[in-house]
């Protein structure tokens, strides 16, 4: 791999951990999520990146793909299990990360159990491993402490300005049949319940993302689609962040992009069984035989 594009992957992984290291110690009772989203966009535009999607603050059963809405009034409460998942974009090169905090209080078993299946992962990863042996190792340190393995979620390769491609890095070793990449980049994500393990699309949907261009009939239709093709290009994106910059109105606009078929939605994922959900995340780099984790 060039130095140069190496490089890339590093900083978007410094600036990643920072962001979500960020998020975390924000999570206090009484804490505005709209507040740990916004500190956490600016702090990784400030080191002179963009978000590689828009920071996901899943709270309690809700799993991922949760951003605050526009002018969201949500608090923080004592006992949330509070995921935070982030990413960086340098130039394109992009950090995927994540961890779990239990609002005012302790780690829970649930959490440690997800950090330590992470942990385990860190020991054996490397460049063309079979992804059963880290489905196993996954599946097994969860089930061992006594909760769910989210089987419909996990990591993935992840690509310039391409979250999500290549291999799917299972978290349970019923769904895993390919090999991890030898040169590039892959996150692992386990994630763990105390329901059965098992998420499912809710209605809401606050993150979406450019699929292609389309006849749009409304002038402000137009201009918004082509102002998300060229700042996000395919990367996902926030509601909120499209009607700060074109006012509410973009609101109805965004539906109709999406029934166009312009626009992609990710409906916010919930566990089935209202189970409690909490989630580790660390950005790998491969190279020439070596692993990085850029996000430690
Ligand atoms: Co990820």
Known sequence: MEKEEKDKWLLAGKIGKEARELGISMCK?????????EAIEKI???????????????INQIAAHYTPKFEDKTELKEG????????????????DTAATAVVGG?????????KSALDSVMKIIKPGLAVLELSSVIEDTIRKAGFSPIVNLGGHG??????????????????????LRKEGVVAVEPFATTGGGYVVDSSEVQILSFLGRKNVRSQLGREILGFIEGEYHEL???????????GRLADTELKG???????????VLKEKDNGIVAQFEHSFLFDEGKVTVTTL
């Not at 009484?30 to 989203?37: E, K, R, Y």
């Not at 992009?257 to 409906?267: D, K, M, Q, S």
């Open 158 to 179: 992840v690509g310039r300005y391409s979250l999500h491609e290549g291999e799917f890095i299972a978290n349970s070793r019923n769904y895993s049949d390919s090999y």
């Open 80 to 95: 949330d299990v509070v995921k935070i998942d982030v990413g960086a974009s340098v130039d394109g090169y992009l950090s």
């Open 257 to 267: 992009l999406v029934a166009t078929g312009a626009l992609n939605e990710f409906n």
């Open 44 to 58: 990784i535009r400030e080191s002179g990146a963009k978000p590689s999607f828009p920071p996901n603050i899943s």
């Open 236 to 246: 996902p994106f926030a509601k909120r962040w499209i009607i700060q910059k074109f």
């Open 29 to 37: 009772p009484g804490t505005l999520v709209l507040d740990i989203a």
């Open 106 to 114: 302790a780690e829970i078993p649930l959490v440690t159990s997800v």
